[in-house]
């Protein structure tokens, strides 16, 4: 049997590797990493017993799935998820609000949801005066740091108390140790429901604020990850996807 000369076996070999090589990086660019904060019902750290990860985590999850892609989400603060975001230490965020100041370094998609936004109070007379953000100069509020809304409390003039999480500021609030909390209706009363359900709360709705999937512009091929984010969000959106996703959650905001 004729031997093949060394030079051919060396080609062929470096050919496979190359092959390999390629494969492994397209499968790499196919998972994209991302940072959640615990933001139930929209993001879920830890499922109960029926499993749901988040509808918005559903959604963003069967979107990049159309598009040929994976996720691999860790759940992190939301300062420090979106520090990870605009430092390129992730791939994006599962959601964030458009912020000027955060397009530098974020792409944002196209809208994933929006939002009722407002003041919670024990204290009903707590909201006397108050129809605008603007009416909360000089007042002691809650927020969770990092969010857009701390940034709005600040121009106002407002007295920030920053927390780390949405349930904390709940806390906060219940414990008597604030008479005002901004921040998202929708998961503050998840959390509400969850562990004051005897506790009467007051709510004014202040805005309704859109919401985006967000990836950072350091990931390689970053615009094209999010055209085929798009691609498949509106594919879901005209076969009636998202609305069964929202569904099962007994969710109704678009």
């Known amino acids: 049997m004729p031997r093949r000369p060394a030079s051919l076996i060396l080609s062929a070999a470096i050919l496979l590797i190359v092959v390999l090589s390629i494969g492994a990086g397209v499968q790499a660019a196919a998972k994209l990493r991302l940072a959640c904060n615990d933001f139930p019902p929209h993001k879920i750290e830890t499922p109960g017993l029926d499993g749901r990860l988040g509808f918005d985590v559903d959604i963003i999850t069967e979107a990049?799935?159309?598009?040929?892609?994976?996720?691999?989400?860790?759940?992190?603060?939301?300062?420090?998820?979106?520090?990870?975001?605009?430092?390129?230490?992730?791939?994006?965020?599962?959601?964030?609000?458009?912020?000027?100041?955060?397009?530098?370094?974020?792409?944002?998609?196209?809208?994933?949801?929006?939002?009722?936004?407002?003041?919670?109070?024990?204290?009903?007379?707590?909201?006397?005066?108050?129809?605008?953000?603007?009416?909360?100069?000089?007042?002691?509020?809650?927020?969770?740091?990092?969010?857009?809304?701390?940034?709005?409390?600040?121009?106002?003039?407002?007295?920030?108390?920053?927390?780390?999480?949405?349930?904390?500021?709940?806390?906060?609030?219940?414990?008597?140790n604030i008479d005002l909390l901004y921040g998202y209706e929708l998961t503050t009363r998840h959390f509400m429901g969850a562990e004051a359900e005897d506790i009467v709360v007051d709510y004014r709705e202040m805005q309704r604020n859109p919401y985006y999937f967000c990836i950072t512009r350091a990931l390689p091929g970053a615009g094209q990850a999010m055209a085929d984010f798009n691609r498949g969000l509106a594919d879901m959106s005209k076969d009636g996807s998202i609305d069964a996703i929202l569904a099962r959650y007994d969710v109704k905001f678009r």
């Open 64 to 176: 990049l799935r159309r598009a040929g892609r994976s996720v691999d989400i860790i759940y992190l603060p939301w300062k420090r998820a979106l520090e990870f975001a605009m430092r390129g230490e992730v791939d994006g965020l599962c959601s964030c609000s458009y912020v000027k100041e955060r397009e530098a370094s974020l792409l944002f998609s196209d809208e994933l949801g929006a939002v009722s936004v407002g003041l919670f109070a024990r204290d009903a007379a707590a909201l006397s005066g108050v129809d605008e953000i603007a009416d909360l100069k000089g007042r002691k509020v809650a927020v969770v740091g990092g969010y857009n809304l701390e940034g709005q409390l600040e121009a106002a003039g407002a007295v920030v108390e920053a927390t780390s999480t949405d349930k904390n500021a709940l806390d906060m609030l219940l414990g008597g």
